[in-house]
């Protein structure tokens, strides 16, 4: 018998990067995990323990600090893109690089205008925690293109109208009744990959832009589609991001169908007009789907 | 040898309901998980398996879902006292009865100001969550008094600066240097006891305006502290939303020290003037304190 | 206004050590977290910052580790005895301590006698995590008496059948039928509270032997109760340990009602005999119960 | 602009089925969570929101209790395999299945062996959660062939000694010590791919044979293999498991590197033969590899 080591990689997951920046008094926060995945020339290490070619994880470790202090953090994609373009630079043994992080938001501490009369104290080193959804990005870069998908994750929203679901294929396990009135709800899980850009300018492009209009454009769409399925729902988010954002050329959602049962409280002689649910946690619709803008480019590895 | 039946309850966790209130298109919405226990006349339960005094938990859920459509959800609290006098007073072999409630905040989906031109477009059934920490009550009735704390937790706060830790014991365990900066970080777990009220007038007390005069206050305080540790920034919590809240007697909190280590980066050649951290997840430190106005009535079971 | 500050505590939580014993080629292994929570002298350091009374958490973090590697860890308990007892001996500002200890265990890799034919060979320092339930241990020293309550979490246990559940109270809000046959299922929480012992003695007492009977206690008179409620196999489970175990005093216990409903398959035109059931999250009965031995010293503190 | 729906799927996930059999007073268990993702014309519902191709996720959650009823779980794979027939075979509109489940072991209980002399009572229907590892398994079926991959996850291992680390890059960001000694552990998370079987013949294989010797080949060989590197301990676990498993020709492996650092004690006076050790939570190592018997049929989408 012969065996052969197939598609490897290895690296540091979830360093725990928080970098402030000062101005005086007033502060900024960048708040993040980084997980790097490195591959290239890696059949020593796995045949017989020869870490010539390995860049330790406890090095990634170091490296992710260390361009916090030195270049700081502009977005997620940007630390990322510089991240993985050094440990290709930089290494010869080292032939790919993937690193992801998973950004978590704060807010100023804001005192409650005119709660103590006077004009607000300002709270320039303050923060809350957002509890919004978790912005989330990957890159990859292979020495010759660096490739961005950006993403949010536990986006959680609810209509609580405007939402059928009839019409469906009835078999001989089918009970559940056709309804003309529900509510939808979903945890949104997107990602959304960037078209072609230099290597170069791509350190420097703008994603906290291309976030902001993304986000909304997901949420609106969300709330304004009459929905008849949630695949209809996800589809019009997906054509609403890519009609608002130029830049973006394919994004992918991952939607659970976060059930609302009405109650039936009819055996305790109650009436209930759609006001009363139980928000069940198991088991769960669960969508999954990609919209793409016609002509995008390959992919590649982005999705990996 | 003789063996006794000791303290014990019982009843139906974490029923999850979702209230939504309908005004025309304009949609409201609770989102909370009701945890009942019950206690009373159960030596025959355990001792023989005799359920002739038992309300069943599936009883229990049922009602949770039946007050709230009969009732509504004016506040967690209202709903939770509501419950609580319903066990106690229409069930004879139940004498004590505790009500949890956990709330999830939603928002309201709002256009983006401006960004299509127009007026804003209303989506008054559409809501994401919030995220923000979640909101917590339990009440306690036991056929004579209601006893209602309030509280919330994982509302996560920094300070970037301002916070320094000197001056403490040194053993021979000791090695952790003085420090004059450090980011002072945790996640708020806060419960506030009301004072007495009459059973009457508390289904339908304000506890929205004392939770929001509460959760201001301890941002305000967190943010106001130039901390010497961790003990102090409590304690100015503490009193400050004594100070503003006349009706709260007693808050007790539980305040995670989130560490973040500044990373010693001058093996790498690199300074780092308190920038860029180490956001650790475990140990931690844990400081856990009350503080009482003075002459505060008694507790009885409310913490229980 | 006046304030007072209340009760109050704090230390290093969950310091995870690992302490490795080698006896030649053969190894031993205990893996633990270690909270420490300690009060005394507190109010300058909440009233003012003033830190003179304070032994950092940094520091008991080190005190764990110091005494892991000089003491190794006989138990949990014993650990955690000879912790508790240190802070408060060795520092005066210090009057109480409460350690509490998660223990996860470990089975050695044991090669799959015969299968390669030959004598198995010896796997000395290989283990695998068990998974079964997580040990626990919380001991309370205020510089005159030891207290010592063990335990157990998440051990989940079922019965297909021999448990029913009818004659409880219906009320307006019952929908729930009566059954002659159900599955019990549980995750059981449990904690023992042991009888008053030296305070030396107990440094080098048995907790492995009490351990091990009390566990199978538990198990052997869930399996073998006939069950009519939850409440019953609780208190059938109390009296069973306490009978086995002269040195405890008193079991608490915190048994979800882990739901498991018969699917109705009914509408597809199929019987089901309770053979399939759908298992529940949430909401669930969770019931709690202590079970004392008569005449039992008084509690005191061992609890909190 | 001009958009297009790219890739997708749907369906019913975690649905949690508790199957008993039972023959007399003995009763067998089989506990698992089932996911279910369908493809095929799903234009329409994503467009419009016409759902005349859609079989409900209500439906695929009602025909896998169904099936649980009429034909029983032999394996995980089996059932799986059953289901993913049934989907496409029986609908027109559904041209892909993609079916997963986990799987949760379950031990007798057993009495203590002459604990209390005489013969060892029958449980015959008492069962307690094992919390090993949780098995697992992945079919795909298009209507042509049937895929198979099973595996496990959260299998966690220790090497207390054996293991060395160095040889390795360094450069400019590189502080890590080399090391002749040091724990190596891991939480296994492997995955393996069966050769082409019949699609009726799949229906009945022996999965559970397979899944013991691979299981009982990983834990022999990390435990047998003494490791210069973690991806070295990798790849002798993936070629055992292919030498003794001829039905499997691949296997994937996701293993962190479960942090385990000698505690340095030396200030404290105290030296440190790495018998304590601090169990870090993050970062962490993370390591994927792959192992392939050589002239592996193509893997088609059963990795997806």
Redesign the interface.
Known sequence: ??????????????????????DGPS?G?K?L?V?V?LSGD?SD???????????????Q???V??F???YGIETSENFAVLLAQHFVD??P?IHHARVEVAEFG?DR?R??AG?HGGPP?D?G?????????TRTAVVHYDGAATRVVSGLQ?????????SE????????????PETRDR?LATAVTARWRHGETDNADIRTADFDGSYDVAR?AM??A???TY???L??T??AM??RV??ECPGIC?I?FAL??KH?FA?D?S??????P?????????????????????GAPEAGPAWT
Chains 1, 2, 3, 4 share one sequence.
């Open positions: 018998m012969s065996f052969v080591l197939g598609e490897n990689r290895y690296g540091k997951a979830e360093t725990h990067v928080v970098r402030i920046t000062k502060h926060i708040d995990t997980s995945a890696m290490v796995h045949l017989t323990g020869d870490n010539a070619a390995v860049l330790p994880t406890d090095t470790k170091n490296t600090f260390a916090a202090q030195k930089s290494q043994t704060w501490i005192p409650w709660r104290k709270h080193h303050s923060f809350v925690r957002s509890g919004r959804e536990d986006l959680v929203v609810m209509n609580s109208t405007d679901f009839h019409g469906y294929i009835k078999d001989e396990y089918t009970t559940l509510i909304s949420l609106e969300f709330a304004e929905s008849l399925s695949q209809q996800l589809y997906g054509t890519l009609e394919e992918r659970p169908n609302h109650v409280l055996p305790l002689g109650l009436a209930n759609n006001e009363t649910f139980y928000a069940a946690d198991r088991p769960y619709g669960l969508i999954e789907g990609t919209v793409l803008r016609e």
